[in-house]
């Protein structure tokens, strides 16, 4: 059964840093790929940051680029996303995706997690 569980986040002040970790059973091809999202209320879900099944390529919105990171640990099955630099406008649930065809189109993304709350206070 295909399962992805995140866990890492929490309540920090703006200009913190929070480890975000999905642990999970799915096999993503080199060419697919693994993601980020994220959902405020209100709002849409938006793609945070995505890597390709192979490590070769790594894409973030326009809005977190230079702060966050993400990489992945395929012995352990994990991906990880690493946030500095934290903005309030940052707070919102993160959800991880497996198995997307494309970046960060969600749409194309087979498998989610059930989220993690990130908030970011001023």
């Known amino acids: 059964q295909v399962r992805l569980v995140e866990s890492g986040g929490g309540s920090v002040q703006a200009g913190g840093s929070l480890r975000l970790s999905c642990a999970g059973t799915?096999?993503?091809?080199?060419?697919?790929?693994l993601a980020w999202f994220r959902q405020a209320p209100g709002k849409e879900r938006e793609g945070v940051a995505a890597?390709?099944?192979?490590?070769?390529?790594?894409v973030y919105a326009d809005s977190v680029k230079g702060r966050f990171t993400i990489s992945k640990d395929n012995a352990k099955n994990f991906l990880y996303l690493q946030m500095n630099s934290l903005k309030p406008e940052d707070t919102a649930m993160y959800y991880c995706?497996?198995?997307?065809?494309?970046?960060?189109?969600?749409?194309?993304?087979?498998?989610w997690g059930q989220g993690t709350q990130v908030t970011v206070s001023p």
């Open positions: 890597i390709r099944g192979d490590g070769m390529i790594t």
């Open positions: 995706a497996a198995d997307g065809r494309w970046k960060l189109q969600a749409s194309t993304y087979t498998y």
């Open positions: 799915v096999y993503t091809y080199s060419t697919y790929y």
